[in-house]
């Protein structure tokens, strides 16, 4: 149940012709009065047909009359409106409850305390099943003001009561941080002008897509242009930014002029400080051949990135070196998350960027909280993930899959975090994009699973993989022999195995990394985190020894100590040594 408080108004007669009108789109059915705050003797258009709008406009105005025929006291503001919704699965609330319902909002916010005689007035007016509308004037029948300061929060502090006493769809509790819902005359003017997003929510997207791309605001801002984003700039007379706002193009006034939505308004986090601390405190910027020339791919290094996710937000529960709470460093990595996330749906293939992009939009609400964000501790994932973009598109569908498996891994780690903290909306927003990620990981991963589980190994083989299974995570064994993706996985250990890793230690450090009770299909989670782990062949020592005792690493001034050979391991003849199956 919502009951979001609306800006107060000047005119009661005209919210009553639109609450006992047939609305915009003729989705008001039946208007009547089921709560008030003298039911007796107050005309109900609704109900009498010789009742009319000004006349109960007229009585619910009384107080504010009185109060403005006195010198120096004249209103402008005075009609408070709430509407209160349920949620589209909640069973049907009849009058009654619905009036109940009423009752305890405005005890709530203040309109009118509990065994208050002298309260303001106030209807609550039903025109539809799932909701109601709260209409009060705010003038007490003694002339004073109501105290509505934080009334929005002692509202929804009731209405999550509420829900649980009628047996309703249970909210979490808000804290702040959410951006603003659109209006309905935002989705009307969609609707009229043909687009499948608010002003507000194309924006949001927009900006979002352009931090990974920007190494300061300027270039964001200028990112933006370049996108095809309306910018409009305030600048200090130094020349530095005061603030920015942002606008649709086609999205006009009524007076034809381009309609701007402050970047703070578009979302908390998007503001100019907001933004300004996020960019400020990233990596400094690599020259493009130094970024070319680090190991791995940038996928690679994206997925390498986040293996320092888990670590870092299992600390945040005590004190980081350096003073910074571990709570701040994990926000900043938890923020860092959704630029990955947003990065690797703008560079996957064309058939997954949907499943990306969905989980993107989701977890843009997980990625703010009340926790203050100490954004330079998580520059290395978001340089991860400005490498992603600068590379753009051309991995291999492996290398995809398995960083989209540690994208799944670390926004469960997340969920939890948050659910550690009491974040409700946050572990709701987080939980949406676990769903949209395995999606797009089932979608990235089926082609390579059934090419790996064609060239499985022999049963002499597999056995032999089984035991190594059994001896490394003996509390999962069974799940994972018995996964339909078992086959795939003793393909990857045994093509591992080939490059001289040991399968045993593979499956024990998968394991550790990536707790497997929750996990669906437990196979299928080892199966990308070896194919990341075991991409390279294993060091061999006796291998790397010959190589600096030769004449070419001795002329680049390269040393060993002196090892006697019984201390060396031997060297294989022709590669790594296989085990007998």
């Not at 107050?42 to 504010?64: H, K």
Request: overall charge neutral; some cysteine; proline content about 7%.
């Amino acid at each position: 149940m919502i009951a979001p408080i609306k800006k107060p108004g000047s005119n009661t007669r005209g919210l009553l012709a639109y609450l006992y009108g047939p609305g915009r789109h003729d989705e008001h059915r039946d208007p009547h009065i089921v709560a008030g705050f003298a039911m007796l003797g107050m005309p109900d258009p609704g109900r009498d047909e010789s009742a009319t709008l000004t006349e109960l406009a007229r009585y619910l105005d009384e107080p504010v009359h009185l109060r403005n025929s006195e010198p120096g006291k004249k209103l402008t503001d005075h009609v408070w409106h709430c509407p209160v919704r349920a949620a589209p699965e909640d069973r049907y609330l009849s009058d009654a409850e619905w009036g109940e319902v009423a009752e305890r909002i405005v005890q709530a916010a203040g309109i009118a305390p509990k065994g208050d005689d002298l309260a303001c007035r106030w209807i609550a007016v039903r025109h539809a099943d799932d909701h109601i509308h709260i209409l009060a004037t705010t003038v007490r029948e003694d002339g004073r003001r109501p105290k509505l300061h934080k009334s929005g929060q002692r509202v929804g502090a009731e209405c999550r009561q509420i829900e649980k006493d009628l047996g309703l769809r249970q909210l979490g509790t808000g804290d702040g941080t959410a951006e603003r819902r659109p209006t309905q005359a935002e989705m009307h003017k969609a609707k009229r002008l043909g687009w499948e997003q608010t002003s507000r929510e194309w924006l949001q997207d927009r900006i979002r897509a352009a931090i990974p791309h920007a190494a300061d605001l300027e270039e964001l801002l200028a990112y933006l242009q370049a996108d095809g984003v309306e910018v409009k700039i305030r600048r200090f007379p130094s020349g530095d930014l005061q603030g920015y706002s942002v606008g649709r193009p086609g999205d006009l006034n009524k007076s034809g002029a381009q309609v701007y939505i402050p970047g703070g308004k578009v979302a908390p986090d998007l503001s100019l400080p907001k933004l300004q601390a996020l960019l400020t405190a990233s990596a400094p910027e690599e020259h493009p051949t130094a970024r070319r020339n680090r190991p791995g791919t940038p996928w690679q290094r994206a997925t390498d990135a986040l293996d320092t996710f888990s670590a870092d937000l299992g600390h945040s529960d005590g004190d980081w070196e350096g003073g910074a709470s571990g709570d701040a460093r994990a926000q900043a990595h938890v923020t860092a998350l959704g630029e990955l996330i947003e990065a690797t749906a703008q560079t996957a293939p064309e058939d997954l960027r949907a499943e990306l992009r969905a989980a993107s939009r989701a977890f843009a609400r997980a990625q703010r909280s009340k926790v203050r964000a100490d954004h330079a501790a998580a520059a290395d994932l978001r340089q991860a993930a400005r490498d992603l973009v600068y590379a753009g598109s051309g991995k291999d569908g492996s290398t995809l899959a398995v960083l989209v498996a540690g994208l799944v891994w670390a926004a469960i780690l997340a969920e939890r975090w948050h659910t550690a903290r009491g974040h409700a909306q946050q572990v709701e927003a987080a939980r949406r994009a676990v769903q949209h990620l395995e999606a797009a990981y089932d979608q990235s991963a089926a082609e390579q699973l059934t090419a790996l589980a064609q060239r499985q190994p022999k049963e002499e083989t597999r056995n032999t993989l089984a035991g190594d299974v059994r001896a490394a995570v003996p509390d999962h064994a069974e799940r994972i022999l018995t996964d339909p993706n078992w086959p795939a996985l003793a393909t990857v250990l045994d093509d591992a195995e080939a490059s001289g890793h040991k399968p045993h230690q593979l499956l024990k450090e998968a394991a550790a990394r990536r707790e497997l009770t929750t996990a669906r299909l437990p196979a299928k989670v080892l199966l990308g985190r070896i194919q990341h782990t075991s991409r390279n062949p294993a060091p061999n020592p006796a291998a790397e020894a010959a190589r600096l005792r030769s004449p070419g690493a001795i002329a680049l001034g390269l040393r060993i100590t002196p090892a006697s050979p019984a201390t060396l391991p031997a060297a294989p003849a022709t590669g790594p040594q296989r085990r007998t199956r």
